[in-house]
């Protein structure tokens, strides 16, 4: 049904909307896939057109996070630190105002809730 749509509105050529996801969806997934390997040091070198298009060079600090069946590597922005009186007030707050106390154990009991997900 969307492949007649398209083809009645003229997005995509005839040919194309009639074998619809059957010509879209090879050239979706052939994107080039490199390889590296780990080093004995546990280093693993990115391939140059991988740091190239992302504009990363020497000294880029990554975070490292595992997703289960395996890692994702993000760059660590790094911009200028923000000092507690910079920020204090800019958030809108929604009721009274909290305790040192209660503070305390949302964060304890965000913390036990991520670490049962498995995040920490």
């Known amino acids: ?3 007649v749509c398209r083809q009645c509105l003229g997005i995509l050529p005839d ?3 009639a074998e619809g996801l059957t010509y879209i969806l090879p050239r979706l997934t052939s994107m080039s896939m490199e390889t590296t390997r780990l080093s004995s040091k546990g280093q693993i070198i990115l391939p140059k057109a ?3 298009t992302h504009r990363w060079g020497p000294g880029t600090d990554f975070s490292v996070e595992n997703t289960g ?3 994702l590597l993000r760059p660590i922005r790094k911009g200028q630190p ?3 009186e910079d920020v204090v007030g800019c958030l809108p707050v929604k009721g009274s105002a909290r305790s040192i106390a209660e503070m305390d154990d949302a ?3 965000e913390l036990r809730d ?3 997900r498995g995040r920490y």
Do not use: K, P, T
Request: charged residues 35%; without cysteine.
């Open 50 to 52: 991988v740091r190239d």
């Open 69 to 71: 069946d395996g890692v």
């Open 15 to 17: 040919h194309i909307a």
């Open 114 to 116: 991520r670490r049962d």
């Open 107 to 109: 964060i304890a009991a």
């Open 82 to 84: 923000s000092r507690l």
């Open 1 to 3: 049904m969307q492949a």
